[in-house]
């Protein structure tokens, strides 16, 4: 968050529990005051329950990601249902679940008589990616002494609310993206291993096939060796004759301008000069 006007350079708004619901709440709902700067700049009025925006969103809209050590603080008017249940939704299909029992607030001179009640809340939305990445507390003060502070009624429609990011589920989802991340690397290194055995494996096969094959051939501009129907009997005159080779075959083509279809009716004629001169030493050796 920028710095604010009149706030002393380092100042982290951090206020207890007290003041909170002793002074701030105090001062909005029984005083009927509103709160004076810097305070004001670190309150503000957002409707957090029933309200179609995000809890992102509204971290967003409001500096949440300029912060640095500190929470962001709202308040909130209540959505009532009856006396005793709220309407805690919030964006598109989320609520704010209660996850522990609520804790109530003394003041700070030893009065005995709690002034207010504190209830933490949880994002919660099993269709949403910020599932439980949410944390809301919950500030709401009495009115006075109750005869049963068991009784979960509110005594003013409006409460104060601190907003956080929930780092446990934070943390958790770095695990999971670094996790996913490894497990990806570690598929690319297995097929790229793959990969390269399966080149090494079809090299070995073709040079095996080259040394069985004598013929060769241009299909589709790639140059095919073919060792269908070879006699082995005639092996022993190919090995032993310098004649027979496919380099000095195609020596008046370079072989990748070969393996171009434009030039395969060079590479053609200069086979039929090899098979002419092959059959007169053929000849020759009867």
Same mark, same amino acid.
């Given at each position: 968050?920028?710095?604010?006007?009149? #706030?002393p350079? &380092? @100042?982290? @708004?951090?206020?207890?529990?007290?003041?909170?619901?002793g002074?701030?709440?105090?001062?909005?709902?029984?005083?009927?005051k509103?709160? /004076?700067?810097?305070? !004001?700049?670190?309150i503000r009025a957002?409707?957090l @329950? &029933?309200?179609?925006?995000e809890? !992102?969103?509204?971290w967003?809209?409001?500096?949440?990601?300029?912060? #640095?050590?500190?929470d962001?603080y709202? *308040?909130?008017g209540l959505?009532?249902?009856?006396t005793k249940? /709220?309407?805690? $939704?919030i964006?598109? &299909?989320?609520?704010?679940?209660?996850t522990?029992?609520f804790?109530?607030i003394?003041?700070?001179?030893?009065?005995?008589?709690?002034?207010g009640?504190k209830?933490? @809340?949880?994002?919660?939305?099993?269709?949403?990616?910020?599932?439980?990445?949410?944390?809301?507390?919950?500030?709401?003060?009495?009115?006075g002494?109750?005869?049963?502070y068991n009784?979960?009624?509110?005594?003013?429609d409006?409460v104060?609310?601190?907003?956080?990011k929930n780092d446990r589920?934070s943390?958790?989802?770095?695990? *999971?993206i670094?996790?996913?991340?490894?497990?990806?690397?570690?598929?690319? =290194?297995?097929?790229?291993?793959?990969k390269?055995?399966?080149?090494?494996?079809s090299t070995?096969?073709?040079?095996s096939?080259?040394q069985?094959?004598?013929?060769?051939?241009l299909?589709? &501009?790639?140059? #095919?060796? $073919?060792?269908?129907?070879?006699?082995p009997?005639?092996?022993?005159?190919f090995?032993?004759?310098?004649?027979?080779?496919?380099?000095q075959?195609?020596?008046?083509?370079?072989?990748?301008?070969?393996? =171009?279809p434009?030039?395969?009716?060079?590479?053609?004629?200069?086979? =039929?000069k090899?098979t002419?001169?092959y /059959?007169?030493?053929? /000849?020759a050796c009867?």
């Open positions: 968050m920028a710095h604010h006007h009149n #706030v350079l &380092g @100042f982290r @708004f951090h206020p207890t529990d007290q003041e909170i619901v002074s701030f709440l105090h001062t909005l709902l029984v005083q009927r509103p709160l /004076m700067p810097p305070y !004001s700049n670190f957002c409707d @329950f &029933g309200k179609k925006l809890p !992102s969103e509204i967003n809209k409001y500096g949440g990601p300029q912060l #640095v050590d500190q962001l709202f *308040l909130s959505k009532k249902l009856t249940r /709220m309407d805690r $939704s964006g598109h &299909g989320g609520t704010w679940s209660e522990e029992s804790k109530l003394k003041d700070d001179n030893g009065n005995s008589n709690p002034i009640r209830r933490k @809340f949880r994002y919660e939305n099993k269709g949403s990616e910020e599932h439980t990445w949410w944390l809301l507390d919950e500030y709401s003060l009495f009115v002494p109750k005869n049963d009784d979960r009624s509110y005594d003013f409006f104060i609310c601190r907003m956080r589920a943390s958790k989802e770095i695990n *999971l670094r996790s996913s991340r490894g497990q990806v690397q570690k598929k690319r =290194s297995t097929n790229k291993k793959m390269k055995d399966d080149q090494m494996g070995e096969e073709s040079s096939h080259v069985q094959g004598y013929s060769s051939s299909t589709g &501009g790639e140059l #095919v060796v $073919s060792y269908d129907n070879v006699d009997i005639d092996l022993t005159f090995e032993d004759n310098p004649i027979f080779n496919i380099e075959i195609l020596c008046e083509t370079k072989v990748e301008d070969a393996c =171009s434009s030039n395969s009716e060079n590479v053609d004629n200069s086979y =039929s090899w002419e001169s /059959m007169e030493e053929l /000849m009867i």
